[in-house]
């Protein structure tokens, strides 16, 4: 439709925070600050039409009108629901048409913006099946949104959807499919409905990528933790097992959770740390009491008493060696003569 000349008109302003209001679509949002309480105060004292726009920065508490983007939609007030003991209030609105601030008054708690009705332009160069591969294209990609995030789509969205126009069905979707604040408010300020719902695709296909791999980190953790919570389960089961057995040995948990330790404390290669620790896991299945569950633990203790780090300097001094053993061993002649020939060879 070609943009109509229409005069502006003044409505109460209220800045939104990390949200976008759309035409044809219903929104709802709490309101706490003086400012905006009295932007809807001032709306539902008039005929409950209400300028939304969105703040260029959430954290900003008393935004301005450089603080403000200059697209935003008219709305009327369909409820409110007041919070006893405070300011809160939640409302829910319905959006009717785009609109560009003209001017903020910021006189007054209530601020109140000119605004002048934005209408879609028309574009001639889009041919009618471009468009519908579009809509088709941006539906599956909508619907692919929802079965990754499990949200049912409401009765009203449904039926608008079954008739869908390229205009309207960029708006809905960037409604309920986009996240960022920023990325809504780029699909609002597009007037062309075909150049629209291109930036929906778009935007919507990035959004179930990151969607997507979001779910998939989620169901990795979750079976982590499922998994960790399993073997949790199991050695307690076990524990108590071995207690009424009467086989709380010397190879309970914590002594093979120390084996495990001590072996990675030594930084072996890696071939032999997995051997080691295979010999350990052979240790938790032996019964009480087992003659193979003794070997297992001597060859363990024989292991990570070698001196796996260190080296001695050999030396083949025979007359050092000699003297040596005289000092440390009484007569033996022929034993110390085979050393010492072994020695010298």
Not at 235 to 246: A, D, F, T
Request: aromatic share 6%; charged share 30%; with cysteine.
């Amino acid at each position: 439709m070609e943009e109509l000349n229409i005069a502006p008109i003044t409505l109460p302003l209220l800045p939104l925070r990390g949200v976008t209001a759309f035409p044809g679509a219903t929104l709802s949002f709490e309101v706490e600050r003086q400012m905006s309480v009295a932007a809807l105060n001032a709306a539902l004292a008039d005929n409950q039409d209400i300028f939304l726009v969105t703040q260029r920065e959430i954290t900003n508490a008393q935004p301005h009108a450089a603080d403000l983007y200059e697209i935003g939609t008219v709305c009327s007030v369909r409820q409110v629901l007041r919070i006893p003991g405070g300011n809160l209030a939640k409302v829910m609105v319905e959006g009717h048409y785009r609109a560009r601030v003209l001017h903020i008054d910021e006189s007054r708690p209530a601020y109140t913006a000119a605004v002048e009705r934005l209408d879609d332009k028309t574009n001639r160069r889009a041919s009618a099946a471009r468009s519908e591969a579009l809509i088709r294209r941006c539906l599956e990609l909508f619907d692919e949104y929802l079965n990754i995030t499990g949200t049912p789509v409401p009765e009203r969205i449904a039926m608008l959807l079954a008739e869908p126009d390229p205009g309207h069905t960029a708006d809905l979707v960037a409604q309920h499919a986009l996240q960022r604040y920023t990325e809504k408010q780029q699909v609002l300020e597009e007037l062309d409905p075909v150049r629209r719902l291109e930036l929906a695709c778009r935007l919507l296909a990035r959004e179930v990528d990151v969607q997507t791999l979001e779910k998939e980190l989620d169901e990795a953790t979750r079976a982590e933790l499922e998994q960790g919570q399993r073997d949790y389960y199991l050695r307690e089961q076990m524990k108590l097992i071995r207690q009424e057995l009467g086989e709380g040995g010397d190879d309970g948990p914590e002594e093979l959770d120390e084996y495990r330790d001590r072996i990675r404390d030594l930084f072996l290669p890696q071939e032999t740390e997995d051997k080691l620790l295979r010999e350990v896991s052979r240790l938790a299945k032996q019964p009480f009491g087992s003659s193979e569950s003794a070997v297992i633990r001597s060859y363990l203790d024989t292991c990570l008493e070698l001196p796996w780090h260190y080296r001695t300097v050999e030396t083949a001094d025979v007359a050092r060696a000699r003297k040596c053993l005289d000092e440390d061993h009484f007569g033996l002649e022929k034993v110390k003569e085979r050393i010492l020939e072994y020695l010298a060879v």
